[in-house]
């Protein structure tokens, strides 16, 4: 093969250059270019310019100054209130719960449902929620008032309980079953 020499001239592989400017064009190019970001004060005023208000005249927004606010005219000494008030909300009145005479209340605790299924679980020795055991306070704290405004004694109703038992029983031991009782 036959070797060829490099040369140092440069052949046209890009494009052209361009031809200088002239000076008044570049004195134009090197003035205050116009920023790309925010305006300074960006912080404070959010849009970069003063706000306007849309529609407040013939399609034209005025400027609106922040630090101006209502023109409404304040009272500085307060009048009395011209209108009448009334509340807005109307209130229910309850129906007053029919008094029930000691001897209905008495019945009615006697009677409830959710009391004795209480008193069942504390006498099989579950353990009860502190709801559950204050009901039960109070509801026997309620039975033992109402016994004492009646006169009536509980523990004379035991006695009196335990006293037909021992009849009975006496009964039972009379001489009438003597023919059973073996010898």
Same mark, same amino acid.
């Given at each position: 093969?036959?070797?060829?020499?490099?040369?140092?001239?440069?052949?046209?592989?890009?494009?052209?250059?361009?031809?200088?400017?002239?000076?008044?064009?570049?004195?134009?190019?090197?003035?205050?270019?116009?920023?790309?970001? /925010?305006?300074?004060?960006?912080?404070?005023?959010?849009?970069?310019?003063?706000?306007? /208000?849309?529609?407040?005249?013939?399609?034209?927004n005025k400027p609106i100054d922040?630090?101006?606010?209502?023109?409404?005219a304040i009272e500085l000494v307060?009048?009395?209130?011209?209108?009448?008030?009334?509340?807005?909300?109307?209130?229910?009145?309850?129906?007053?719960?029919?008094?029930?005479?000691?001897?209905?209340?008495?019945?009615?605790?006697?009677?409830?449902? /959710?009391?004795?299924?209480?008193?069942?679980?504390?006498?099989?020795?579950?353990?009860?929620?502190?709801?559950?055991?204050?009901?039960?306070?109070?509801?026997?704290?309620?039975?033992?008032?109402?016994?004492?405004?009646?006169?009536?004694?509980?523990?004379?109703?035991?006695?009196?309980?335990?006293?037909?038992?021992?009849?009975?029983?006496?009964?039972?031991?009379?001489?009438?079953?003597?023919?059973?009782?073996?010898?």
């Amino acid at each position: 093969m036959t070797r060829i020499k490099k040369n140092r001239t440069e052949k046209s592989i890009g494009a052209a250059k361009k031809p200088l400017l002239k000076q008044a064009e570049r004195i134009k190019a090197l003035s205050k270019k116009k920023g790309k970001g /925010r305006p300074s004060g960006a912080k404070a005023n959010i849009d970069g310019a003063k706000k306007s /208000r849309a529609g407040s005249g013939h399609g034209i927004n005025k400027p609106i100054d922040a630090k101006i606010g209502s023109k409404k005219a304040i009272e500085l000494v307060p009048q009395a209130a011209s209108k009448t008030l009334e509340p807005r909300v109307t209130l229910k009145k309850l129906k007053p719960q029919p008094v029930l005479s000691p001897e209905q209340q008495l019945a009615n605790i006697e009677n409830d449902e /959710r009391l004795n299924s209480l008193l069942d679980q504390l006498d099989a020795g579950d353990e009860l929620s502190a709801k559950d055991s204050a009901y039960i306070d109070h509801q026997t704290a309620h039975h033992r008032k109402l016994l004492e405004e009646l006169g009536i004694d509980d523990d004379d109703a035991e006695e009196q309980e335990e006293e037909e038992t021992k009849e009975e029983w006496q009964q039972i031991d009379s001489s009438e079953f003597d023919e059973f009782k073996r010898k």
